[in-house]
């Protein structure tokens, strides 16, 4: 039921969050206002922007892989996985 997609999102969120990916939600949401202050020439604008997005999501993500270590980051990729496949049972 309703409660159980709930709990499924929540633990494909809890999944991400592990892998160390950044939040999709604030990433566009900070896209929107880069695009805003930027409106120049539209013709390659929504190509760029969603290069841009995948280059600040891989900043990021590097950066908290630097934070945190080999040894966390291959911990948290391990327990991503699992939650994968708790959110798909």
């Known amino acids: 039921g309703k409660c159980g997609a709930l709990m499924a999102e929540s633990t494909r969120r809890l999944s991400q969050a592990c892998r160390l990916y950044p939040n999709q939600d604030l990433l566009k949401e900070e896209s929107?206002?880069?695009?805003?202050?930027?409106?120049?020439?539209?013709?390659?604008?929504e190509k760029d922007s969603e290069e841009r997005l995948k280059q600040r999501e891989d900043a990021i993500?590097?950066?908290?892989?630097?934070s945190v270590g080999e040894d966390v980051t291959s911990v948290?990729?391990?327990l991503g996985s699992v939650l994968d496949e708790v959110a798909d049972a």
Do not use: F, G, M
């Open 76 to 78: 948290l990729r391990v």
């Open 61 to 66: 993500r590097a950066e908290r892989q630097d």
């Open 32 to 45: 929107k206002d880069n695009s805003n202050n930027n409106n120049n020439n539209n013709n390659n604008s």
